[in-house]
């Protein structure tokens, strides 16, 4: 079982190599060249960038999909227990050493037994059952996944990959819904009290810079006949009339929150009804939570069927200072990954194998990057001479879609150079 692929190999565009996809390679160019018009047309305005596409399609292998699956919504039940035991759990709280300034708001949550990861991203690195690892989870990513379900649904409409899909009997994923971000978000805030008035006016949450994520909600919940309000958390006011929302932030600069103390009551006090609340999303957001799905000493926290489950998806993990010395994080250089907590769009990503052994000893030997991840190095996916993740998007508890990222780059990202390939499941949504 763990030596089948993650992709079914007969149903696997990515190249024009094999006597099955070299027919198709022209067919499959024209219908790269539609789609990406339309990402010019439909997407790039909303998002102020190009989304760049690969020339590829493919489809997970039957046999494969649903053990993956089980195991990647094994993992995220596995986050969402740490989640609940951090407000109350000081090992795990000195362990994941959250920022002072967002951790006085996640211990301030009422009733942690009821933490939910609502969405989740897990980026994956490898090309079959038995190699494939989670690398990360990311808890406020949702754009990429709506861009990426837009993509699917525009090479489905294509006429030479759309008879493909066909012949092929692949369904729609759940994430080519153009509406299952405002969908979801709407049932989100009726189950937690809100009345269908108080949904019609919705708040965008965003942190400076520039990101397209915003916009691209926005455009779901303008789409869906609601207004919207979008501002900094900063410049939170319930005079906005805003009682449901979203926040896309990503904490690797916490210094902000520092100054977000109305907006922050309002979600911890229910005011205003956010998926992935503050406690769950500052929690599931530190990539140490990987080092505690990793280090026996935690186990206790998941039941032994589910750690049984983590080794087989989630890679050897460590704390640099606290699981791992620098001595032995020098000795294994070529085997291991340097991440910080609250990284993002691989900046912070450092291979030992990339680096002198002189400049790795310097790097995991700076005060400054005690505490940081220290991860067993996993083996990628590979197209030619592109590297190749895969992504899987989980809502609630279910499987949302799919997707890869193809780059030249050891690291890889769209913000460093990569494109998107679309991958879809073979079975009908959940």
């Not at 979203?246 to 902000?256: E, N, R, S």
């Not at 505690?292 to 640099?320: G, Q, Y």
């Amino acid at each position: 079982m763990d030596d089948l692929p993650l992709l079914d190999p007969a149903r696997d565009l990515t190249t024009d190599s094999g006597a099955t996809a070299r027919p198709r390679h022209a067919a499959l160019l024209r219908a790269h060249a539609t789609v990406c018009r339309a990402v010019d047309e439909g997407i790039t305005p909303a998002s102020a960038r190009p989304l760049p596409v690969a020339p590829a399609i493919s489809v997970l292998h039957p046999e494969a999909e649903p053990v993956l699956r089980q195991r990647v919504l094994t993992a995220v039940e596995c986050l969402q227990r740490i989640v609940r035991a951090y407000p109350e759990n000081p090992a795990l709280q000195r362990f994941l050493a959250v920022p002072p300034v967002l951790h006085r708001w996640i211990v301030r949550h009422r009733r942690p037994e009821s933490l939910t990861v609502d969405f989740c991203r897990l980026d994956l690195f490898g090309d079959r059952l038995g190699t494939v690892r989670v690398l990360e989870f990311n808890a406020s990513s949702p754009g990429g996944v709506i861009e990426c379900g837009t993509l699917a649904r525009l090479w489905r409409r294509t006429p030479e990959i759309g008879a493909l899909l066909d012949e092929w009997r692949v369904p729609a994923g759940r994430f080519e819904d153009e509406d299952w971000f405002t969908s979801w978000l709407l049932a989100h805030g009726r189950a937690r009290g809100l009345t269908e008035e108080q949904t019609r006016h919705i708040g965008v949450y965003r942190t400076a810079g520039r990101n397209p994520d915003p916009h691209l909600i926005a455009e779901q919940f303008r789409r869906g006949g609601r207004t919207t309000v979008t501002r900094l958390p900063s410049d939170y006011s319930p005079g906005d009339g805003a009682r449901l929302g979203y926040l896309k932030h990503i904490p690797a600069d916490p210094a902000p929150v520092h100054g977000w103390d109305r907006f922050c009551a309002a979600v911890t006090d229910g005011d205003l009804v956010i998926p992935n609340v503050l406690a769950q999303r500052w929690v599931a957001e530190n990539k140490l939570c990987l080092a505690v799905l990793s280090d026996p000493r935690f186990e206790h926290l998941f039941p032994p069927a589910d750690r049984a489950t983590l080794r087989t998806i989630v890679p050897w993990s460590r704390k640099l200072g606290d699981g791992i010395t620098v001595a032995q994080a020098v000795a294994e250089r070529t085997r291991l990954v340097l991440k910080a907590p609250y990284g993002y769009f691989g900046n912070s990503v450092r291979l030992g194998c990339e680096h002198r052994p002189e400049d790795w000893a310097e790097l995991v030997g700076s005060p400054r990057h005690r505490g940081w991840l220290v991860q067993e190095r996993v083996a990628p996916a590979t197209v030619g001479a592109l590297t190749r993740d895969l992504c899987v998007a989980v809502l609630d508890h279910t499987v949302l879609g799919y997707f890869s990222r193809v780059s030249r780059s050891s690291v890889v990202n769209v913000a460093r150079e990569g494109a998107v390939q679309t991958v879809l499941s073979p079975f009908p949504a959940p």
